[in-house]
Nanobody, 120 residues
Framework: QVQLVESGGGLVQVGGSLRLSCAAS????????MGWFRQAPGKGREFVAT??????RYADSVKGRFTISRDNAKNTVYLQMNSLKPEDTAVYYC???????????????WGKGTLVTVSS
């Protein structure tokens, strides 16, 4: 059974940083796409970043501020978030799948999410 557990969310001031972690279990982690998506209050799910063997891909809204990375030995994916803005406030979800689609349709397992709140 595949499980994804996010951690690292919290309250941070504008311009601050947070690092999210997602611990995965239940599959051969290194052969799958890993990604981060988010959902702000009252809005739909939004692509943030994905990572494959070929590197990372980012939403325009976070490019240059967020960095996705993975440690296959630890079955963990990270999202380093710098220069945070109030519009980054959302529940952040970790996901894994076979395709790095921006819609998330290529992901077949999702975590329960971790809340990030950026205060101004």
């Amino acid at each position: 059974q595949v499980q994804l557990v996010e951690s690292g969310g919290g309250l941070v001031q504008v311009g601050g940083s947070l690092r999210l972690s997602c611990a995965a279990s239940g599959r051969t982690f290194r052969t799958y796409v890993m990604g981060w998506f988010r959902q702000a209050p009252g809005k739909g799910r939004e692509f943030v970043a994905t990572i494959t063997w070929n590197g990372g891909r980012y939403a325009d809204s976070v490019k240059g501020r967020f960095t996705i990375s993975r440690d296959n030995a630890k079955n963990t994916v990270y999202l380093q978030m710098n220069s945070l803005k109030p519009e980054d406030t959302a529940v952040y979800y970790c996901a894994t799948g076979r395709e790095a689609t921006m819609s998330g349709s290529g992901m077949d397992y999702w975590g329960k999410g971790t809340l990030v709140t950026v205060s101004s």
